[in-house]
T-cell receptor
Framework: GAVVSQHPSRVICKSGTSVKIECRSLDFQATTMFWYRQFPKQSLMLMAT?????????EQGVEKDKFLINHASLTLSTLTVTSAHPEDSSFYIC?????????FGDGTRLSIL | AQSVTQLDSQVPVFEEAPVELRCNYSSSVSVYLFWYVQYPNQGLQLLLKYLSGSTLVKGINGFEAEFNKSQTSFHLRKPSVHISDTAEYFCAVSEGDSSYKLIFGSGTRLLVRP
């Protein structure tokens, strides 16, 4: 149980493109979903916390207009990287929870050319 | 503010040897503690968690961890490792407030050699 699906697993696109990443909780309704960013050989950095039906809460230093989060239902949250540039290239991971602990998706490798 | 320290960035060990991955945290309130494992190009998989109760926690794949409140530690142990245990291990803490945020340590790469 507690499966989180993240799609796509890998994206390669040109600079200036907007990219949408989906995070779904497959067998439970998630109270909260989280979005993380991970640079090579580094730990996970929380970008934002997302609750269904309300605006996401962004961590300090994360541009909310750059990283748009929509949490339309208890099983789906999306992260859109708008007008992506090479510096946005990274590994993005979502997680979902109902109570403890958080359950993680398999991540999305984003490469901006 | 809470923080998590994983003192070892890499731990090399021979197959079938025991291993301990260290984790210390700082927090002024009660915490929940977690160990996650990450294989290359994948998300995180929960190994074990401490929420309350017994301080010795058993997880998947033969791992266990002990919560030591006085030393603010939550070290991960396995009595005999396999090649397949080679991965990145992250310790994380949550203060259990309404945010349910996780703060991660910097990670420890466990490298199991034959």
């Amino acid at each position: 149980g507690a499966v989180v699906s993240q799609h796509p697993s890998r994206v390669i696109c040109k600079s200036g493109t907007s990219v949408k990443i989906e995070c779904r909780s497959l067998d439970f309704q998630a109270t909260t979903m989280f979005w993380y960013r991970q640079f090579p050989k580094q730990s996970l950095m929380l970008m934002a916390t997302s609750n269904e039906g309300s605006k996401a809460t962004y961590e300090q230093g994360v541009e909310k207009d750059k990283f748009l989060i929509n949490h339309a239902s208890l099983t789906l949250s999306t992260l859109t990287v708008t007008s992506a540039h090479p510096e946005d290239s990274s590994f993005y991971i979502c997680s979902a929870r109902v109570g403890q602990p958080q359950h993680f998706g398999d991540g999305t490798r984003l490469s901006i050319l | 503010a809470q923080s998590v320290t994983q003192l070892d960035s890499q731990v090399p060990v021979f197959e079938e040897a025991p291993v301990e991955l260290r984790c210390n945290y700082s927090s002024s309130v009660s915490v929940y503690l977690f160990w996650y494992v990450q294989y290359p190009n994948q998300g995180l998989q929960l190994l074990l968690k401490y929420l309350s109760g017994s301080t010795l926690v058993k997880g998947i794949n033969g791992f266990e961890a002990e919560f030591n409140k006085s030393q603010t530690s939550f070290h991960l142990r396995k009595p005999s490792v396999h090649i397949s245990d080679t991965a990145e291990y992250f310790c994380a803490v949550s203060e259990g407030d309404s945010s349910y945020k996780l703060i991660f340590g910097s990670g420890t790469r466990l490298l199991v050699r034959p």
